[in-house]
């Protein structure tokens, strides 16, 4: 499905930009950057559904680069590159990769591997959406129920802290704008009035956080909105 968006790091402009155009005819949204610090920005404020990613970058490479990326994001990467021995590539597919191709590549190859990635994320997205019952280390949430367990015990939520617990949790690692959470869960805008949503998600910490003052489960995402942290499941 086009509208997804992608994000490219990459240190070679002419690579950078022949994979755009052909990404962007399919009617992707393209996010670019040629860098490790700028990678990670990206992923915390724009979400994408995919990354292609250089090994070869300045800084740190895209191993590490991916290293990193695993420890809080399930989304699928392609790796690009100039290296094409075998260790290289079960290097990269070991440490989180899920693809591999190398450098020259034709396009039209790239493109057929992003859609055929982002087909699975889509399915494996909306197997999600349709569970009953919704499970990570130390929380167990039943959506028919409506009950949830923290360490095996049954917390007690409130209605709205339940809509906003399986809001985000249905979207792990996704981040989702206040906004945007706020009509999801109220079903009007908040005319940005949104205090009411902070101390929902203040009180919903209390009940299912270890530290409220450091969520593991309910982040914040500064400036944009929450996120569901997944990256132990």
Not at 20 to 30: H, S
Not at 94 to 102: A, E, K, N, Q, W
Not at 127 to 156: H, M, T, Y
Not at 163 to 187: C, F, T
């Amino acid at each position: 499905m086009a509208g997804e968006k992608i994000l490219i790091v990459d240190d070679e402009p002419e690579i950078v930009e022949l994979i755009r155009l052909y990404l962007m005819k399919e009617g992707y949204e393209v996010l670019t950057t040629d860098n490790g610090a700028s990678a990670f920005q990206y992923m915390e404020q724009h979400s994408p559904d995919m990354v292609i990613l250089d090994i070869q970058l300045p800084e740190m490479d895209g191993i590490e680069i991916c290293r990193q990326l695993r420890r809080s994001y399930h989304v699928p990467i392609l790796f690009i590159s100039c290296r094409s021995e075998d260790m290289d590539i079960i290097l990269g597919l070991s440490i989180g990769g899920d693809d591999y191709m190398t450098k020259p590549f034709s396009p039209s190859q790239l493109v057929a591997r992003v859609k055929a990635h982002l087909r699975r994320k889509q399915l494996l997205d909306q197997q999600k959406e349709d569970a009953q019952q919704i499970s990570f280390p130390g929380l167990e949430i039943d959506l028919l129920s409506r009950n949830v367990w923290v360490n095996g015990e049954l917390a007690n939520l409130s209605s709205k802290e339940f809509d906003l617990l399986a809001l985000l949790a249905r979207k792990p690692n996704k981040v989702v704008p206040i906004e945007q959470l706020y009509k999801m869960a109220w079903g009007v805008d908040s005319n940005g009035d949104t205090r009411t949503l902070l101390v929902h998600i203040s009180n919903l910490r209390k009940k299912i956080e270890a530290n409220p003052t450091e969520p593991v489960f309910v982040q914040t995402v500064r400036g944009v909105g929450y996120k569901f942290n997944a990256a132990e499941a």
